[in-house]
């Protein structure tokens, strides 16, 4: 219960305990004491706690312990985006995508970059069920190199045609045509959300989908349930309740894009079921170069209904 | 007939205990044959816990001075039982035929309204239905039959779990 009151503020420990250098990659210690520290001045006891069971070597938090952990964590929260029927989701919604990219003539394979895939569940989704098309290449970039190890393996024992790649997904040798993400917006905060959107500015890239927690009066309690009942974790239950609690609003999502990129239109996806007043757990940030928004739009058949205004 | 229910509620739920110790253990995306060899584990795992209770049973029947009394206050209790684990068991096969219907959000419905809440208070089910059951003759026997019965619908999960860790069952 004492994850209801985690302070908003803050990083989630699965971003505390690690730390990469943003232009190498390379993985940089993290002093535990450190970790500690911040998350009690945040008045975040739970995640010290948490952060003081981690083992340490020198004073630097174990990096295998930690990623054996974030393995754990992902495998954990695979669990839940099966429950939800994610992988469906996102296809259902790359797929008008798709086609009013290949009714325009677009360069073939039409590549899709999956941004922090974490294990790459969504792109091993997609791919063991096929349902993107032949001329799709999936592709799953992440900092986390254990992380992309995992996804590999998994991959190679289901034989599923995909890549994973240690590698910051906008500095790719060949850029996507459509950047996807699960569950990472709300990592960044605001300037850095900006930043990110920024990044898609580049002449080869035609689409963006972004799923992410829509924040709700309801979210945190329905995340404190659903992370109790189905985590094993603590990090896992602390981050799952965090990310509900600290999730963007649609109209900070829209307004951040619209303004970092701006030669995209854009709207969110999802926020009501059946246009009920029920929201939806994921919400979904949906950008488009203006040429393919007509196709877009008339591929979308009945899910257009659960669009907003796309401009 | 009671006796024939519980022991189909109990399997049925010792199978769904098998699914949720084993669900969020494998990042395959293809997990049909995991689970349903998980779910099977559980349901013989929970036919263990139903021999164990049926031995206390037919020990708590031979010990007694009044047998066909006990025999009806057992009966009683099963009975009474049945009225909590039901209707708790219908709204699982609710959510169960909703996950079978082709839709991201009737599937996802069935788990935010039934299979996680109903996951969360199936603690509370469980000792709702015993301590039900037990009022229904609350005597020596019927405590210690409610005390063993909840022991092993409340710790079987560990115990596969317990298999895991010693790497017995993957």
């Known amino acids: ?311 | 007939m009671i006796l024939l229910v519980l022991w189909a509620l109990a399997t049925v739920d010792a199978a769904f205990i098998g699914y949720r110790e084993a669900a969020g253990r494998s990042a395959l995306i293809n997990k049909r044959a995991y689970y349903r060899n998980a779910m099977t584990r559980g349901a013989l795992f929970g036919q263990i816990a139903v021999v164990i209770a049926g031995i206390t049973i037919t020990l708590l029947i031979l010990l007694s001075s009044e047998p066909a009394k006990l025999v009806d206050e057992l009966q009683a209790a099963g009975s009474r039982m049945l009225i909590v684990y039901v209707p708790y068991t219908l709204f699982i096969f609710l959510a169960v035929a909703l996950r079978a219907v082709p839709s991201v959000d009737l599937q996802s419905i069935a788990s935010v309204l039934i299979f996680g809440p109903f996951t969360f208070i199936r603690p509370i089910i469980v000792v709702a239905g015993v301590v039900w059951g037990f009022l229904a003759a609350p005597n020596l026997a019927t405590l210690l039959l409610g005390v063993i019965i909840l022991t092993l619908m409340l710790g079987l999960g560990r115990v596969i779990g317990k298999f895991r860790v010693n790497k017995i069952i993957s």
């Open chain 1, 1 to 311: 219960m004492r994850l209801l009151t985690i302070p908003r503020n803050g990083p989630e420990i699965s971003d505390a305990i690690i730390s990469f250098d943003p232009e190498t990659l390379e993985r940089k210690p993290v002093t535990k004491a450190e970790v500690i520290r911040e998350f009690i001045s945040l008045g975040n006891e739970t995640a010290a706690r948490i952060v003081e069971k981690i083992p340490e070597r020198g004073g630097t938090l174990d990096p295998d312990t930690v990623d054996r952990l974030l393995i754990t964590a992902h495998c954990e929260l695979q669990r839940m985006s099966e429950e939800f029927q994610h992988g469906q989701r996102v296809a259902e919604l790359l797929m008008p995508l798709l086609n009013a990219l290949r009714s325009s003539g677009i360069e073939k394979p039409i590549r899709i970059v999956d941004i922090g895939c974490g294990t790459g569940f969504v792109v091993r989704w997609l791919v063991a069920n096929g349902s993107l098309g032949k001329d799709v290449e999936l592709i799953g970039a992440d900092y986390n190199a254990a992380l992309i190890r995992e996804a590999k393996r998994l991959a190679e024992i289901e034989r599923l045609p995909c890549s994973f790649v240690v590698a910051n997904a906008f500095r790719l040798d060949h850029p996507a045509a459509i950047y996807i993400s699960t569950g990472i917006l709300h990592h960044f905060r605001g300037q850095g959300l900006i930043e990110l959107f920024k990044q898609h500015n580049r002449e080869e890239t035609r689409a963006f989908v972004h799923f992410d927690f829509q924040p709700s009066p309801l979210a945190p309690l329905g995340s404190w349930l659903f992370h109790a009942v189905r985590m094993r974790e603590p990090l896992s239950r602390h981050d799952g309740v965090l990310s509900a609690v600290r999730a963007h609003k649609s109209r900070d999502l829209l307004e951040a894009a619209k303004t970092a990129a701006p030669d995209f239109v854009s709207a969110i996806y999802g926020t009501r079921l059946w246009g009920l007043p029920i929201p939806r757990v994921f919400h979904t940030l949906v950008g488009i170069r203006p040429d393919y928004r007509k196709g877009f739009l008339e591929y979308m058949g009945n899910r257009i209904a659960s669009l907003g205004l796309m401009e």
